[in-house]
């Protein structure tokens, strides 16, 4: 990490969707295929990076030369993300957490009563706040902002508030584009005052350009795979 430029970068993904269970067979969730992540994943490999994807469930074959650590819940994402983001270089929060889960969690699946039924929902931990607070220096953290509205202005709060390096925004109420799509066109914001955009392009060629910004000055100096 820090002073270190002659060893392979590492870097940490978050991809897919979370799960959180109402019961065995019942959950909350949203529609993250988890390709931009993959995408992402996939290239960073390509590039020599030891990568390691912690990945909620998707319907998409392990990346090659990539670490896949599966997970369901928010919480299981956040404690398999815990000890690899200590290791890690590039920390990259692509996955769509689910921002509320049941207060309780029935152990047996209920049948229905025909009669209105009450869900109460408490907050998740924010996975990439809470490790971005704790960023030692020679890190860096990415996160991802998909927006129906107000997309520049929602995404920098969030680059703001999260104390993040970079941001990739993308609007996610243009069809074809973004959640669940082949395509992606994003923004991506930096805190030192960058603003690129890219695409509408594949999902591996937008994750080529992110990697091309946010990669430390060290990976040329030190990464002989490249
Ligand atoms: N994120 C996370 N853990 C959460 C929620 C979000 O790690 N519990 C990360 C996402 O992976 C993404 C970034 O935070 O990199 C922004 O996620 P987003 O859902 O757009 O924003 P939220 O912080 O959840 O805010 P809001 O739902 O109000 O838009």
């Known amino acids: 990490m820090n002073g270190r430029v002659s060893h392979r970068l590492r870097c940490l993904i978050t991809a897919g969707p979370t799960r959180e269970h109402l ?7 949203n529609g993250s295929s988890g390709r931009m992540g993959y995408a992402l994943a ?37 404690e398999m993300c815990e000890p690899l983001f200590v290791q890690c270089d590039l920390f990259f ?31 998740t931990i924010d996975i990439l706040k809470t490790l971005a607070a704790r960023k030692q220096p020679g890190q860096i953290v990415v996160g991802f902002a998909a927006e129906t509205h107000d997309l520049e202005a ?12 970079w941001i990739v925004a993308n609007d996610v109420s243009r069809p074809g ?6 395509d992606n ?21 937008v994750a080529g350009f992110i990697l091309g910004k ?10 002989s795979s490249l």
Do not use: C, I
């Not at 019961?23 to 969730?29: G, H, M």
């Not at 769509?96 to 009563?113: F, L, N």
């Open 23 to 29: 019961d065995p067979v019942r959950f909350l969730s």
């Open 93 to 123: 929060a692509v996955a769509a957490v689910a921002d509320y889960r049941p207060k309780s969690v029935s152990p047996e699946k209920p049948g229905k009563s025909g009669r209105p039924r009450r869900l109460v929902l408490v907050p």
């Open 42 to 78: 996939e290239a960073a490999a390509a590039r020599g990076w030891r990568v390691d994807l912690v990945s909620g469930p998707v319907a998409l074959p392990p990346p090659r030369g990539v670490n896949v650590h599966p997970v369901v819940s928010a919480g299981q994402m956040f």
């Open 177 to 182: 584009l973004g959640m669940n799509a082949d």
């Open 154 to 165: 929602r995404a920098r709060r969030k680059l703001e508030e999260k104390k993040l390096d």
């Open 185 to 205: 066109a994003v923004l991506l914001l930096g805190r030192g005052g960058d603003r690129l955009a890219y695409g509408p392009a594949p999902k591996s060629a």
């Open 214 to 223: 946010v990669a430390p000055a060290s990976e040329t100096r030190g990464n």
